[in-house]
């Protein structure tokens, strides 16, 4: 677990004011949170490239309109978070940048010029970028067993498979065109807020204000970090990617609506179990390898996306897509949140998120944008998949390659299943401050 410069694990410092596990009443509110605001983002988000392409943009407009919103997710999202930790004003925040966020997201049917509809997502995302990290945070700082919170969680993925697939039918039998999407977001965003305004975010469980100086240290200080924020970054590209065009691929081989739909139900379906079960995998196979797996999960559903030549061919891939993603997002959040010191638990997830949702999904796009334009979905599907595939083998090597040296020296602590491991006190401890005083830390230290 992460520790801070009081010499008290995360672990530590929220059990010494532990509470008794929240009863199935008090935990209502955040499964009803999750599902309608998850129902919500899944009646739209899965259709925004497909909307994009039938107003006719390129590739390279869909890219840079898919880029947006990532980018402005990694450099604003940091920024909300530490905000948020720094003024304890986690539920307000949560509850005006949501709303204001739908209203803005829902005009873009206003106009269909592409450099309108690059504004109206940059402003959406700067609104948006705190919205997931404070659920996910609170969700955290209220749940005494970390390992529980993909059984909350399931209930987002149940919600984005019913807000998705519904709509999908619901296009394919339409005269609306996609513009219905926008229509039924909106209405779902209105149960939303009225469920989110009777859940009460959890600050973290100690009375110490945020040491923004012990986050950085952290990350400045232990490698197992840092492996795992590039990791999530590298697998933030291929989502950027596939995200933005594996429904344009759909529509290159006659789906609709209808297929789309039944698409993301499947995904769903098969995330709901794996989020159940996430905290059992995790603990079982480790850090290091959930990321693994995710990352040659890509690569496989990028062959399959290529090779399909019809739309529901592409259902191994969501099914493949729903169970490995709720692996890795409960994995990684509940590793985020362990290495996070006590108070900046919002601040760490928000960097996670900008990592993968900001930095990485940016690149993502703009890179499966290019690729699309010039050489087409199919050829930019097998282009990322054996770039991913080379990536895996990459660093699955790099981490065998550790455990055994873990094994040979017999590093305490520290496993062959998970090689990545939240750091130690003395860990932290070492990090090297310009301002430290020497009785800041041991005598004997020595820099690793």
Excluded at 218 to 225: C, E, T
Aim: include cysteine.
């Amino acid at each position: 677990m992460a520790i801070v410069k009081d010499g008290n694990t995360r672990a530590e410092s929220e059990g010494a004011g532990a509470t008794m596990e929240p009863s199935a009443r008090q935990l209502l509110p955040v499964r009803l949170t999750f599902l309608t605001f998850y129902m919500s983002l899944g009646s739209l988000l899965p259709y925004l490239p497909v909307y994009y392409h039938s107003l006719g943009l390129s590739g390279t407009w869909i890219g840079i309109l898919g880029a947006v919103n990532p980018m402005t997710t990694f450099l604003i999202s940091p920024l909300w978070g530490a905000f948020a930790d720094k003024t304890g004003l986690h539920k307000q925040i949560l509850l005006c940048t949501f709303a204001a966020s739908v209203v803005m997201r829902v005009s873009m049917i206003l106009s269909n010029s592409a450099p309108f509809l690059v504004f109206v997502v940059f402003i959406t995302a700067l609104l948006n970028a705190p919205v997931k990290p404070l659920l996910d945070s609170s969700v955290m700082n209220m749940l005494p067993d970390k390992k529980s919170y993909g059984k909350m969680r399931l209930w987002g993925q149940l919600g984005f498979g019913l807000g998705s697939s519904a709509v999908g039918i619901l296009l394919s039998k339409s005269k609306l065109s996609f513009k219905l999407a926008f229509l039924i977001h909106a209405l779902l965003a209105f149960p939303t807020l009225v469920v989110m305004r009777s859940f009460s975010p959890s600050i973290a469980g100690n009375s110490e204000p945020p040491d923004f100086r012990a986050g950085i240290k952290l990350l400045r200080s232990n490698i197992d970090a840092l492996v795992f924020f590039t990791l999530v970054f590298v697998i933030g590209i291929s989502s950027g990617i596939i995200e933005n065009f594996a429904y344009v691929r759909m529509r290159e081989v006659g789906g609709t609506g209808r297929e789309m739909g039944i698409s993301r139900f499947v995904s769903a379906a098969a995330g709901v179990p794996m989020f159940w079960y996430a905290g059992a995998f995790t603990k079982g196979l480790g850090v290091s390898t959930v990321l693994i797996m995710f990352l040659f999960s890509y690569s496989a559903r990028f062959f399959i996306y290529a090779s399909m030549k019809h739309a529901l061919a592409g259902l191994p891939a969501e099914a493949l897509r729903g169970a490995t993603f709720a692996l890795f997002w409960s994995t990684a959040t509940i590793y985020a949140h362990q290495i996070s010191p006590p108070g900046m638990s919002a601040t760490l997830l928000s960097v996670m998120n900008a990592m993968y949702g900001g930095l990485g999904q940016s690149f993502g796009a703009i890179i499966g944008g290019k690729l699309q334009s010039t050489y087409g979905t199919t050829r930019t599907f097998q282009i990322s998949g054996c770039v991913d595939l080379a990536f895996v083998l990459v660093v699955g090597g790099y981490f065998l390659l550790k455990s055994k040296k873990i094994d040979a020296e017999g590093i305490e602590g520290e496993t062959r299943e998970s090689p990545l491991r939240p750091p130690t006190a003395e860990e932290i401890l070492r990090a090297p401050s310009s301002d430290q005083t020497t009785s800041d830390k041991p005598d004997d230290q020595s820099e690793d």
